[in-house]
């Protein structure tokens, strides 16, 4: 029996992709990547509303490497997609041995992006991957040259479909027609598209060389302040983002918090100056109860050892903290 891998992200496109092989007789196993980015959740409900085993395979330190230099660049964000699907397309080339599979599928459509989709991309993905005779893209196959698997009757070009462009008015049809009902947005399930924290990750590779896992997590959560490259502030905005914060400090960061009054969760990490613990204090006294008194006394120290010291400092001014919030450009 023919069989093939689908990488399935977790989005519509993958899923009708592989639906629509699946649908020719052909036995379909999804193969779904997880990193420091993105994760295997979505993948796991799709796969389940069209019935195909699936198989997680996590790159997360080989696809971070990457990130920080990719050959083509970036998206709009930090999103290097052109090099992240070159990479997962060599991996699950890799896999069609173990799997004892003919080819594989991809949910690409032509055009659907500018940057990543275009004929010129799609092709330098194929080559990039170093398996481009393997690769059927089934939901814009009839809008690019007939493939090997095509060409030998291992698929019925027939019936692949021809989608190209930004609309998707075609794949809603199909998931309606087919029963599938529970999809995530475009590019809902990868952090580097997403401009706050694709922002917070350039800073943090432009800034620090040594980054470990924590330090990409802690990117999901809270205000992040940075006045120069010694240190970095991170404000808790809830008390659910201080419960993930405190999971993800470090043994030598400093924590601030006002001894008065309520106040918001706040950290300093790095080798800070006298200057930077006066900030941090400064911002936490800002979104504390008490922000609009003269002086605020802020208590700070580190996890393990205590907050054993005390600082009085005037709360800082929001004007100031526009100027020093890592944000979008």
């Not at 493939?147 to 989608?163: A, F, P, S």
């Not at 075609?170 to 924290?197: F, H, R, V």
């Not at 802020?298 to 907050?307: D, L, N, T």
Request: charged letters at 35%; glycine letters at 6%; aromatic letters at 6%.
């Amino acid at each position: 029996m023919t069989r093939a891998l689908a990488m399935v992200s977790g989005g519509l496109d993958s899923i009708l992709a592989a639906k629509l092989v699946k649908d020719q007789g052909i036995e379909v196993i999804a193969i779904c990547f997880k990193s420091y980015f993105f994760n295997e959740e979505n993948a796991k409900r799709m796969c389940a509303q069209i019935d195909v085993p699936l198989e997680v395979v996590d790159f997360s330190e080989e696809h971070f490497g990457m990130v920080r230099n990719p050959k083509h660049g970036y998206g709009k964000n930090m999103n290097p997609c052109i090099d992240c699907h070159a990479m997962m397309m060599k991996y699950t080339g890799e896999l069609l041995k173990k799997f004892n599979a003919d080819f594989i599928i991809t949910g690409e459509i032509l055009n659907q992006r500018p940057m990543s989709q275009n004929k010129r991309a799609l092709e330098e993905v194929k080559k990039e991957s170093g398996f481009s005779d393997k690769i059927l893209r089934p939901l814009c196959a009839k809008v690019l040259e007939p493939t090997q698997m095509e060409l030998d009757g291992i698929v019925d070009r027939e019936r692949l479909l021809g989608i190209s462009g930004r609309s998707r008015t075609e794949q809603m049809d199909l998931a309606k027609k087919w029963g599938i009902k529970d999809y995530p947005s475009p590019a809902g399930g990868c952090k580097l598209t997403e401009p706050n924290y694709a922002a917070r990750l350039k800073d943090l590779v432009n800034k620090v060389e040594e980054i470990e896992e924590d330090d990409l997590e802690i990117l999901k959560y809270g205000r992040h302040i940075r006045e120069n490259d010694n240190c970095k502030i991170i404000v808790a905005r809830t008390e659910v983002e201080a419960s993930e914060i405190k999971k993800l400090l470090k043994e030598d960061d400093l924590v601030f918090f006002p001894n008065k009054y309520m106040g918001a969760m706040v950290i300093l990490r790095g080798e800070p100056k006298e200057s930077d613990i006066e900030l941090a204090a400064k911002i936490s006294a800002r979104y504390s109860k008490g922000k609009d008194e003269e002086q605020v006394e802020i208590k700070y120290g580190r996890k393990e050892s205590g907050f054993d010291k005390t600082i009085i400092v005037q709360p800082a001014k929001d004007e100031e903290l526009v100027k020093l919030m890592i944000k979008v450009d």
